[in-house]
């Protein structure tokens, strides 16, 4: 299990008459680190900097960071610092700075791009990254209403529904879960219903924020 954030998300504060915008994102590889960074360029090809920190993967090996032309020390690294003060995985965090006329020096610029990445991580939506097991339950119409009770009882993610010939229920089950769920679904409901495993991922459950 890991911490990230789920999805994009966006923040702008101004100091010192110069705006930071802060663009987070959660991404699965330096692949799609770059290709984050490279959307927020293209939305700012004006900007005086765009800055950044990420750890594209699991594990925190791949770490990366950039100043972009700001005095070294004082931009991408704060940014990283935040990401691994937060324990955060595949998670990317971008500044993008328009100068205002007014220096920060060394000290500010640290503590305004530090306190930009914090405040962007604070409107993002964080998730427990967790090992799941995706399947599908083929389920016939009459017992739709009694699988979905089931479900809540059990507090069980549902990806998706669809309706053919019988209902299908997409599920996200955490690994350590499945046994019990699936002792559990078979005593219920007499092993009536079909389960079909789909693979094995790591799915996003979100954590509230206090």
Do not use: W
């Not at 020390?73 to 990283?80: D, F, H, K």
């Amino acid at each position: 299990m890991y911490l990230s954030v789920y999805g994009e998300s966006f923040r702008e504060k101004i100091i010192e008459k110069s705006r930071f915008l802060t663009y987070v994102s959660h991404v699965e590889s330096e692949e799609e680190a770059k290709s984050f960074l490279e959307r927020v360029r293209s939305r700012h090809p004006l900007a005086t900097h765009v800055c950044y920190g990420f750890i594209a993967d699991k594990t925190g090996n791949v770490q990366r960071f950039s100043d972009d032309g700001e005095p070294q020390g004082t931009a991408g690294m704060p940014i990283l610092n935040v990401l691994k003060a937060r324990k955060l995985f595949e998670t990317a965090v971008a500044v993008v700075r328009y100068f205002g006329g007014i220096k920060l020096g060394a000290g500010g610029l640290t503590r305004a791009y530090a306190s930009s990445a914090s405040e962007g991580l604070d409107s993002a939506q964080l998730c427990e990254y967790d090992a799941c097991v995706n399947l599908i339950l083929h389920v016939e119409y009459p017992q739709i209403d009694a699988l979905i009770r089931f479900l809540e009882r059990e507090r069980i993610d549902e990806v998706s529904r669809d309706f053919d010939e019988r209902a299908k229920f997409t599920l996200s089950v955490r690994e350590p879960d499945y046994s019990r769920f699936l002792e559990r679904i078979n005593n219920c409901f007499s092993g009536k219903i079909a389960i079909e495993e789909i693979r094995r991922v790591y799915a996003p459950f979100l954590v509230n924020k206090r």
